[in-house]
């Protein structure tokens, strides 16, 4: 395939409720999407980067740059751009992880599209649905909380994880295990908020029976993921510190980690999503599908990716409307709890145009190969 064009658009989804996490609250999403013209069919991909340096270093703006100046040329100089070999054919550039990722998934959908084949059998999918999680923000009060949760759980989610931060941890957590029974499955997700000298206050989590805790400690500090996970019985789950797959086996390997949690975004791509799943499944640790608010268009990625054999954890792939009142695609919408892995080629879903020209927050930037 020759890339022909590559356009970023910058859009606006206004979120159904704030979404509040340890690094912050958001009510809308800014979202940066990819669409690649080549010589063989188009592609979209979404940019899992938030608008502000918040959860990673990376962030929308940086993104664009990175892709305008020094992804982008990478491509267009490639007589033949084929999405496994993106890892070679961007490793002049260090980093940019979210970057590379949004590209990556705009030339699987269109290298996909144009042979006929679904995200889903071309990273392995060996189930035709997926059990969804969902993810519940920080609440101003326990009671709205115990709301909020109320209503994911009549939806159907199969799984419940509570975002905590130093302050609200212990209480709302114990109250919502106890309002869900001894049996739900419930976890909770620190994003960094805490550190080694809370490990005593984080052993009381033992006692509302979790799933696991994920990253409450730096995502540079595998040390202290160790320290927690001998002090505790809750499993300890990496999900900010899992860049590659040599990071993820050492954590592993170090005892930081029983459980992963993926994100491809994160990683760089869907192809780097699958080498983490392969390491850890050849070393029998589960995974899960993390999730970034995506669209449409990522949420029918990461379904698929969901679809292969290790993640035997539900993942943070809701529906549509647990973030957005209109998708940019048609709808994932909830059946028994799960969500149907797309089959059509390519991601299986389709763009709706021209909701991206009235959504857009900036004209968008059209590149061309020379
Ligand atoms: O830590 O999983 C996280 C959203 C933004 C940044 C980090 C995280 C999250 C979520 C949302 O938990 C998961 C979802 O997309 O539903
Ligand atoms: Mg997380």
């Known amino acids: ?192 908020a805490y550190t080694r000298g809370d490990i005593a206050h984080l052993q009381h989590l033992d006692e509302s029976n979790l799933l696991l805790i994920e990253q409450p400690f730096d995502e540079e500090d595998i040390a202290s993921h160790v320290l927690l996970a001998r002090a505790i019985e809750t499993p300890v789950c990496l999900d900010e510190s899992i860049v590659s797959v040599g990071v993820t086996v050492d954590a592993i390997e170090r005892g930081a980690t029983s459980i992963v949690n993926i994100k491809p975004g994160r990683v760089g791509g869907y192809l780097p999503a699958v080498a983490i799943h392969d390491a850890c499944l050849a070393r029998g640790i589960p995974v899960w599908c993390g999730g970034m608010l995506e669209t449409g268009i990522g949420r029918a990625m990461n379904v698929a990716l969901a679809a292969l054999p290790g993640f035997a954890l539900p993942g943070d792939t809701s529906a549509s409307d647990r973030y957005y009142a209109e998708d940019l695609t048609e709808p994932f919408v909830l059946n028994d709890g799960r969500l149907t892995v797309p089959t059509g080629p390519g991601s299986g879903v389709t763009v709706r145009t021209e909701l991206v020209r009235a959504w857009a927050v900036q004209p968008p930037r059209l590149l061309k190969r020379q």
Request: glycine share 8%; with cysteine.
């Open 1 to 192: 395939m020759k890339v022909d064009s590559i356009t970023l658009h910058r859009i606006a989804m206004p979120l159904v409720r704030p979404f509040e996490t340890s690094f912050g609250r958001e009510t809308e999403r800014i979202v940066l999407l990819v669409h690649l013209v080549t010589d063989a069919a188009e592609g979209w991909g979404e940019c899992v980067a938030g608008s502000s340096p918040g959860y990673s270093s990376e962030y929308v703006e940086g993104c664009a740059h990175v892709i305008e100046h020094h992804l982008a040329p990478l491509l267009f100089d490639a007589a033949e751009v084929r999405a496994e070999d993106l890892d070679r054919l961007f490793a002049p550039v260090v980093g940019h992880r979210m970057a590379k990722a949004a590209l990556e998934a705009a030339v699987l959908d269109a290298e996909l599209r144009a042979s006929g084949t679904s995200f889903a059998r071309r990273l392995g999918a060996v189930r035709t649905e997926v059990d969804c999680g969902v993810s519940v923000g920080i609440s101003p009060t326990i009671d709205q909380l115990l709301d909020e949760v109320r209503g994911y759980v009549d939806a159907g989610y199969r799984r419940i994880k509570l975002k905590i931060k130093p302050g609200w941890d212990l209480e709302p957590v114990r109250r919502v295990r106890e309002r869900l029974g001894p049996d739900a499955a419930l976890q909770v997700d620190a994003n960094t």
